[in-house]
């Protein structure tokens, strides 16, 4: 196990500075073919220059890259990792699979959000895309295991996987903030793996993790390149298949009878966002698809917030909220019970605290 989380860290810092060389060359790419977020007078954007959008793909080839560096060396150097690493590519392993499955979708994700941000598509023909690479996944065999039935553990993965695909596509509203929160959550999913022996799981997630960080330095604040719909579909998209495989096989969280908390908790941040977004845009008459500035971040700002503290206040109640859920891997009841008091508490002290500035405004 200890030799596993020298391998982590050296997938992290790995990812970690490939997103520091892939984000300028994008950037300036972007720039030469015109791939720009123009905001041309749009309510819901807070930008007033035209800013890069090729940073989902910085994202997804550093995220690629470590991968397949990672591959290559398994093959070739085997005598560097762990004696169990050389179970994982046996023949026959259905983890290589669905590794194949979660790069091909992951990538389809990366050209579906690029197609987006050149001319942008209606909201149901692009919904029509993204439940497809969903329940493709699903039944391709990467679906939750605490329903027996595969075609219902599909159907359900599918509309798992699709919630939290748009959660983390509707948080990309601020600088830093979706690829902040797409590390937090990830590293706490590689934690989560990590501690219960799930090896290319947590991989998975580490190499995301660090993707993320790395690409964080040029986004935040004031952000010299954007995500795009391609960088918040494809960090949405692997979160969500981390939430999926982590947690739900064998390890001491399985024997507790509630594993299913712990990627609730570790993704509460964007589904909070997510459903009070659609309340309060539902009880306005609006369309849920329609961006404004009723997220949380955004509530912040209207309380007299910059952007930036904004973004770190976000930052910091994810980060308390995935840590509560990593503690659950080891909790009886008695602690499960007082870590989800502890957290509906802070989102329900939250919302009064941002619908009482709206009273006021």
Known sequence: MQDWWTIYLAAMVLSFV???????????????????????????????????????????????????????????????????????????????????????????????????????????????????????????????????????????????????????????????????????????????????????????????????????????????????DSGSHFVGYLLGVCGILVTYTSGEAHQTGYPFIIPILILAIPFFDLASVIVIRTRQGKPVYIGDHNHISHRFVKMGFSRRASVFLVHSLCLIICLSGIALIKANIAVMILILTQVIALLIFMTILHSRQKFRK
């Open 18 to 228: 490939l997103a520091l060389i892939f984000t300028p060359i994008c950037r300036k790419l972007a720039w030469k073919f015109n791939i720009l977020d123009k905001p041309l007078s749009e309510g819901h954007k807070m930008h007033s220059d035209a800013t890069p959008l090729l940073g989902g793909t910085a994202v997804c080839l550093s995220w690629l890259s470590t991968l397949l560096i990672g591959l290559f060396v398994a093959r070739n150097k085997i005598e560097l990792l762990p004696a169990s690493y050389s179970n994982i590519f046996s023949s026959g392993n259905p983890a290589l699979n669905q590794l194949f499955v979660i790069v091909f979708c992951a990538i389809s994700f990366i050209i579906l959000g690029l197609v987006d941000d050149r001319s942008p598509m209606s909201a149901k023909f692009k919904l029509f895309l993204q439940a497809s690479l969903c329940f493709g996944t699903a039944f391709a065999g990467i679906r939750v295991s605490f329903i027996s039935d595969p075609i219902i553990a599909s159907l359900a993965t599918g509309m798992i996987l699709l919630t939290i695909l748009n959660a983390v596509n509707f948080l990309d509203n601020m600088d830093g903030l979706c690829c902040g929160v797409g590390a937090i959550c990830a590293g706490a999913f590689a934690i989560s793996a990590g501690l219960q022996g799930q090896y290319l799981v947590s991989i998975l997630a580490t190499v995301t993790c660090g993707s993320c960080f790395g690409f964080y330095i040029f986004n935040c604040n004031p952000a010299s390149i954007f995500l795009g």
